[in-house]
């Protein structure tokens, strides 16, 4: 079955950066586009960022250049690269296919400290 593992999150500072990393399994995850999701403290999850198959990235926030999404396809895993963190970016990540399926992983939570 789908699994989908997030790591990498933290509590850090404002304006230092970390990389979560998704390790997925149970599906042939070369061949789908995927995407980073968050969900802040009392707000709606939301797409940050996508990459499909091919490489090609997307990027869903009013602050594009401080994430940068990657993957692997040869470890089944994507990245997400979160530059110059703010207060703001405290939420969980999750990575899922895109468009989602119905599996979500535990998330990874990011606290970003003024």
């Known amino acids: 079955q789908v699994q989908l593992v997030e790591s990498g999150g933290g509590l850090v500072q404002a304006g230092g950066s970390l990389t979560l990393s998704c390790v997925a399994s149970?599906?042939?995850?070369?061949?789908?586009?995927m995407g980073w999701y968050r969900q802040g403290p009392g707000k709606q999850r939301e797409l940050v960022a996508r990459?499909?198959?091919?490489?090609?990235?997307n990027y869903f926030n009013s602050e594009k250049g401080r994430f940068t999404i990657s993957r692997d396809n040869a470890k089944n895993t994507v990245y997400l690269q979160i530059n110059s963190l703010k207060p703001q970016d405290t939420a969980v990540y999750y990575c899922?296919?895109?468009?989602?399926?119905?599996?979500w992983g535990q998330g990874t939570q990011v606290t970003v400290s003024s």
């Open positions: 990459i499909n198959s091919g490489g090609a990235t």
């Open positions: 149970g599906f042939r995850f070369s061949i789908y586009t």
């Open positions: 899922n296919m895109f468009p989602t399926g119905s599996y």
